[in-house]
């Protein structure tokens, strides 16, 4: 363990050596930095809010997350609390110091793929993604953003989306995919969960495979780095929470750790797994406490 704080974990992420999390506690939301090699948890900062953040991305000197329907900017090092945009959604995704979003208006049968410069600026419209369905909720479960095109997994339309980033084009890679959760683009192909587990799908020929059955949604986290798929399975009810790493291409299954569990059904929670250049983390919660468990690669 790297460190604990009171309240719940949510969406950590990674940079710099340390682990950013937010803790969410009653109507208050700490959002915290802890360093991998296990010194002092930093408080960077405090938000008023009965909802914790559904999305947390930090680039440069500020932490990105939304609350409901809006788009928040805290500074690192101490600063004031800013919204950026109204009627934004979960997902955050940054490239190339732009920090990218998903805006959903209940006016408009559309929903818009944005763009905001990360030190600050105005928001721009990159794409427009038509709803299958003109009364359907907003619910994308994962964006991510390559030099030229953003991924979309779009939970209520049941497929995987590229929008190209210079023209707004759209392209529907995979359709029929209950459960589409997070997404890793490469050079000719996307790798993402869905129902039926890790699915990959050609870019060049719209092939859908899968690489495993491991890794299904909605009860398996996914992350990644240059080598290996990393997938922390919390099934419902299970007596144990298991971590282990799958090749890129799928391969032997490489079991890295299990957990028991207090409550099989109210107690304890792996709620999410993450990965930098020298250790897989995962994020774990009681009713009062959250910390981060390190496992060096």
Known sequence: MIGSHGGRAHVPVTGGGHVYLFAHEGARATLLAMPRDGSAVKKLGR????????????QGTSAFFTLPKRLMQLPLEGGELRELASEIGRPLASSQGKLYALRCSAKE???????????????????????TNKNAKCEYRALAVTGAAAYVSDWTGRR???????????????????????IMPSATAVVFQAAAGIRRVDENSGEVGTLSREGAMPF???????????????????ERDSLFRLPHDGGKREDLGSFPGTDMVTGDKRVDVAVDDQCVYIAHDGPNYTEILARGK
Do not use: C
């Open 160 to 182: 995987i989306l590229k929008l190209a980033l210079n023209d707004g084009a759209m392209t529907v890679l995979a359709e029929k995919q209950p459960f589409p959760g997070r």
């Open 220 to 238: 398996e986290s996914l992350a990644w780095d240059e080598r290996h798929l990393y997938v922390l399975s919390t099934p419902a009810y299970a």
């Open 47 to 58: 938000v008023t809010t009965a909802e914790p953040p559904r999305a947390l991305v930090v």
């Open 109 to 131: 049968d559309a929903d818009e793929l944005v763009r905001i410069d990360a030190a600050g600026g105005a928001l721009a419209s990159v794409a427009r993604i038509p709803r």
